[in-house]
């Protein structure tokens, strides 16, 4: 008997991650035994800390395995407000602090406390894809301000003229995934003035801060505008400095009304994330010595490899990344100069995994993840070359 399940509307629109499908279609090919070299994961390939490790076997010989408070453990909550008083000179208390099963789940669920159906929220774009997709959950809408001219830093003529009645917030992220840009001082500046004069909240998504490479400096927007504090969720996790990303560990500092409503939904749909990638996660804010600037340089020398080695490939441009570890290019001027059809056939033919830009809100571009080893990178970037000249 054929039964008709009714599949709800938000569910029937969300669109899979691209990026997944193209790691899929990766392993895939590997698993055929061909010789994919990947630049398509979000994840760094380091071994996550010993020392996290290490606190996550305690953790298990002590018995930590039941349930905790649902925001988190008050040791890891001390850690974070200890990495913000010490990183950013902010203070955040336990109660304003939520550790959430990754920083997706902390973003998520920072959305439906903030967006009201009909609500407008603006994203810079290129973005994140999750973003969208959480803004439709949460029955608002997106509206992308694109600033692919002004080397992927919002300018604030293109933020006020995306403004209507129905916008209350914005979301940003630096450094950015997929461009790798990193908004300067004068960046945030701005958006916190138009976020003070317009009533908006701001969502700032600084899970890359830790990776930043040559002059360029993070900042906390509450660094640069700290009275706007009671109108900022912050979110940051382990996934990206400590190459955690299997553990799901995120976290979110904000105003306790919010905190608390952020509570409440994750009461409702997954309680604490894991007690034992809780402790894991202490052990590697608090004990994990020079991992995190070790690991930084690390990548900076493969993104300043991975600039050389692609600067006289045919038809591609791209902007040298501040930050972050994706390399995003402008391929509009090559030999295939649509991204997906780019992505699909440098697959197929050179077993090359990149992401279509499409999937950032960007046709035209391809990100390039350098979160691999310097032999994959000249390998990689050799059949780059080679694609483009034929
Ligand atoms: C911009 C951005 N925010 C958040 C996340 C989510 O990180 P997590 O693994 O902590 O959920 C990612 C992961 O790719 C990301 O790129």
New binding site residues.
């Given amino acids: 008997m054929q039964m008709n399940l009714k599949i709800s509307r938000s569910a029937s629109e969300i669109q899979p991650s691209a990026t997944l499908a193209i790691a899929a279609l990766a392993r895939d090919l590997k698993t055929k035994g061909q010789p994919v070299l990947s630049f398509s994961a979000?994840e760094p390939d380091f071994a996550s800390p010993e020392s996290a490790i290490a606190a996550a076997r305690d953790a298990m010989d002590r018995g930590e395995t039941r349930y905790t408070a649902n925001s988190g453990i008050p040791e890891l909550k001390k850690a974070i407000a200890a990495y913000y008083k010490t990183r950013f000179g902010l203070d955040y208390a336990p109660s304003e602090i939520i550790v959430s099963g990754?920083?997706?789940q902390a973003?998520y669920q920072a959305v439906q406390v903030l967006a009201d159906a009909e609500d407008e929220v603006l994203i810079p774009s290129p973005a994140?894809v999750s973003y969208v997709e959480q803004v439709h959950l949460a029955g608002a809408k997106e509206v992308m301000v694109d600033t692919s001219d002004a080397g992927f830093i919002p300018a604030r003529e293109s933020l006020e003229g995306a403004l209507s009645k129905k916008t209350v917030g914005i979301m940003i992220?630096s450094p950015n995934?997929p461009t790798g840009a990193v908004y300067g001082r004068e960046t945030l500046g701005m958006i916190a003035d138009l976020a003070r004069r317009n009533g908006l909240w701001i969502i700032y998504?600084e899970?890359y801060e830790r990776l930043v490479y040559g002059e360029a400096a993070h900042y906390n927007i509450l660094q640069i505008a700290p009275d706007i504090r009671d109108r900022v969720i912050i979110v940051n996790?382990v996934?990206k400095a400590y190459s955690m990303?299997g553990w799901r560990i995120?976290y979110a500092l904000g105003p306790k009304e919010a905190v608390a409503k952020m509570d409440d939904i994750q009461s409702h749909i997954s309680s604490n994330p894991s007690s034992i990638a809780q402790w894991a996660s202490v052990g590697a804010m608090e004990g994990s010595g020079s991992y995190v600037e070790d690991n930084r340089r690390a990548f900076e020398r493969r993104r300043d490899l991975l600039m050389d080695l692609l600067s006289d490939a045919e038809g591609l441009k791209l902007e040298r990344p501040a930050g972050a570890f994706y390399a995003f290019i402008d391929v509009r001027g090559s030999s295939v100069p649509d991204d997906k059809e780019f992505c699909r056939r440098i697959l197929e033919e050179k077993f090359v995994a990149l992401v279509p830009g499409d999937a950032f809100f960007a046709p035209g571009y391809v990100r390039m993840s350098y979160a691999c080893s310097e032999a994959d990178i000249r390998e990689g970037a050799a059949r780059i070359k080679e694609f483009l000249r034929r």
């Fill in positions: 979000g990754g920083a997706k973003l994140w992220n995934n998504d899970i996790g996934s990303t995120g």
